[in-house]
């Protein structure tokens, strides 16, 4: 089973054929809403994945909340230990280009309720050998708090480090795999990297000091890991994207729940970055997470 500790959001999308430049007004062709949030997304791609989800998090007492989680219901995910505040639900305000590139502007609202003491309950039910998958857009004090409980109970910590906080390469030490996109891993490295070659000796020299599994997203390019001593490469699916929102999502979302049935690391590295392409052919976050049919069949 999977634990799932995040944020739970309700996007609000403008599709527009270019993003603005600072102080600039652009003419927007359409608008829709979707339920979002990077914990909620990852809940419902490792859902939709395959594997049995528990989802910790907060909503307010707005509107949003309940558009916000009827995906995840849908989908059958445990939302028992969902939390209600006062005050509005986390909104993320986004911009899409006629190229699937967007800019996202993130309220926190509810999720910034969330506490230590919900970090150490999420894993509390939690057996050894189970799953627990993280990101950061809520405190990082109940991120730490969950770590630190999940280290205690021999649980697998995944931790998703964007977006980028002031507490992410300390958060990111404490967890047994974490995954980063190109900027972020640079924020690890300490350092850029000016190819493929020299990431490449970065990532096996983190890997080498830390022991952790480190996984980098590139986009188009695929997906490089370390783990165990080794070097790993993974690549997506040739796609014209429509919208890149949650491509990064539903690969932690498919990883996990590929390391949760038992797949060899490698054919779940392979699944996840499938997944994530899949998912920039639909407009919106989750409604863009491909169905584990819909993987296998690309695959």
Same mark, same amino acid.
């Given at each position: 089973?999977?634990?799932?500790? &995040? ?28 339920? +979002?949030? /990077? ?10 994945? +395959?594997?049995? !989800? ?6 307010? =007492?707005?509107?949003?909340? @309940? ?5 995840? /219901? ?9 939390? =209600?505040?006062?005050? %509005? ?8 280009? %006629? ?9 926190? &609202? ?33 991120? @730490?708090?969950?770590? /630190? ?28 795999? !974490?995954?980063?996109?190109?900027? @972020?891993?640079?924020l690890l490295a300490g350092q850029s990297h000016s190819d493929h070659l020299e990431r490449q000796h970065e990532l096996m020299r983190l890997h080498g000091e830390t022991k952790q599994t480190l996984i980098v997203t590139l986009g188009a390019d695929? !997906? ?21 929102? &949650? ?16 797949? %060899? ?35």
């Open positions: 089973m999977i634990t799932v500790l &995040g944020s739970v959001n309700m996007d609000l999308i403008a599709t527009v054929e270019r993003l603005p430049t600072s102080g600039e007004t652009v003419g927007g062709r359409s608008f829709a809403t979707a339920a +979002g949030g /990077k914990g909620a997304n990852q809940a419902l791609a490792a859902r939709r994945g +395959g594997a049995a !989800v528990r989802f910790h998090g907060a909503v307010g =007492t707005d509107h949003f909340a @309940e558009p916000a989680l009827a995906l995840l /219901k849908q989908a059958g995910a445990d939302l028992s230990a969902v939390r =209600t505040v006062d005050g %509005a639900t986390g909104t993320a305000l986004i911009m899409v280009d %006629a190229h699937g590139e967007n800019i996202i502007a993130v309220v926190p &609202g509810a999720n910034g309720a969330v506490h230590a003491d919900d970090g150490a309950n999420a894993v509390s039910g939690m057996a050894a050998g189970d799953h627990l998958l993280l990101q950061l857009e809520i405190p990082s004090i109940a991120i @730490e708090a969950a770590l /630190k409980a999940a280290r205690a109970a021999g649980v697998v910590s995944v931790i998703n480090i964007a977006p980028l906080t002031d507490d992410a390469t300390a958060l990111a030490t404490m967890a047994d795999i !974490v995954v980063a996109n190109e900027t @972020e891993f640079e695929g !997906v490089i890991a370390a783990r165990d001593g080794n070097l790993i490469t993974a690549q997506g699916l040739v796609i014209e994207p429509v919208d890149t929102v &949650g491509a990064g999502d539903t690969f932690c979302g498919y990883l996990a729940a590929g390391l949760d049935a038992g797949l %060899a690391f490698e054919t779940a590295l392979q699944r996840a970055a499938v997944a994530g392409s899949l998912a920039c052919l639909t407009p919106g976050a989750q409604p863009s997470i491909p169905t584990a049919e819909a993987v296998d069949r690309a695959m």
